[in-house]
């Protein structure tokens, strides 16, 4: 019914940047809110950023003034631009979507696939 499809991953050195895309598509009423988390290996997956239609934004602490979340609710896409990149950065990033598919329907929790992020010399 809905696709999250993530690109803008690969390799940088740290201090780097990298600008992640993520497009929802398919059977789309509206779109609540939409976001960023990422997995490292062997870690639990862990909030990046997020942003609600009302224009609130939420960051977590590691990537506060780094990293920047931004929509452009036309296209139904949803950024991450991400600045001074460290290898700590390094993990799977997967955006989120909190979507109605229909006007009766209540909002349904969408993911995508994953995009590699590393950050290494």
């Known amino acids: 019914q809905v696709q999250l499809v993530e690109s803008g991953g690969g390799l940088v050195q740290p201090g780097g940047s990298l600008r992640l895309s993520c497009a929802a598509s398919?059977?789309?009423?509206?779109?609540?809110?939409m976001g960023w988390y990422r997995q490292a290996p062997g870690k639990q997956r862990e909030l990046v950023a997020t942003?609600?239609?009302?224009?609130?934004?939420n960051y977590a602490d590691s990537v506060k003034g780094r990293f920047t979340i931004s929509r452009d609710n036309a296209k139904n896409t949803v950024f991450l631009q991400m600045n001074s990149l460290k290898p700590e950065d390094t993990a799977v990033y997967y955006c989120?979507?909190?979507?109605?598919?229909?006007?009766?329907?209540?909002?349904?929790?969408?993911w995508g696939q994953g995009t590699q992020v590393t950050v290494s010399s």
């Open positions: 989120n979507a909190l979507i109605r598919n229909n006007w009766y329907d209540a909002p349904r929790l969408y």
């Open positions: 398919g059977s789309i009423f509206s779109i609540n809110a």
């Open positions: 942003s609600t239609n009302g224009g609130s934004t």
